[in-house]
């Protein structure tokens, strides 16, 4: 029998990469004669991608955001961010505790971002954390992407775990219906990138903090899925 699987998302969910994202964004924006964002407003956005952050804060300032503009900015979004990683980011309060606690009871560890595989593991590596996990599978790793539960079930399989025996931790909408197209129980922590409360979606548990994703409570969700 395969051991069980514990697979998280990353930027908001193992890591607080808001300060860095914000950074890099206003770091583009300033490129494009934009003021800066107000951080508190923009730290949802955080996990949705510089891309997305960059046509929001347009959209702010009620600026025309033409196609060419758009690539030339996120271009120097990512080269900033890539250049100043890990920055400011941190691994949220619990966090290491938690992987020992399921690294010594047997689970496997994998991270399922839309991140690019690339900054993923850049970033896991700058915080001493890439070692850790079976399997870092980003964006670009298949040719599918969250919400598409073939993400999840391929980073799965990559980390030598089976779906049967699987949780996936995350903070939005998008790792909750991935994990819920997949049939696999997702926890949601509270505190990451989302505009509206995670309980909303309906994950099988919401957490506040690490202390409170244990190895009791990953195994009792495994066994209710597949009973």
Known sequence: MSRPIIVFD?????????????????????AGGIPHTNAFGFRS???????????????AQRKTLPSDEHDRL??????????NMPGRSQPYAGVIAALDRFSSAGF??????NKTEFFARKLLEAL???????????????????PDPRHLVETIAMAGGHRDRAVMVGDSQTDIDTAKAAGIPV???DFGYTDRHVREFEPSKVISHYDELTVSLAE????????
């Open 10 to 30: 990353l930027d908001g969910t193992l890591i607080d990469t808001a300060p860095d994202l914000l950074d890099s964004l206003n770091h583009s924006l300033a």
């Open 45 to 59: 956005l955080a996990g949705q991608g510089g891309r997305v952050m960059i046509e929001r804060a347009y959209a």
């Open 74 to 83: 996120y271009t120097l979004f990512l080269d900033h961010y890539g250049e």
């Open 108 to 113: 496997l560890l994998a991270v399922c971002t």
């Open 128 to 146: 001493d954390l890439d070692r850790r996990f079976a399997a870092i599978c980003g964006q670009d790793t298949f040719a599918f992407r969250k």
């Open 187 to 189: 926890v949601a922590v």
């Open 220 to 227: 009792a969700l495994i066994a209710v899925a597949r009973a």
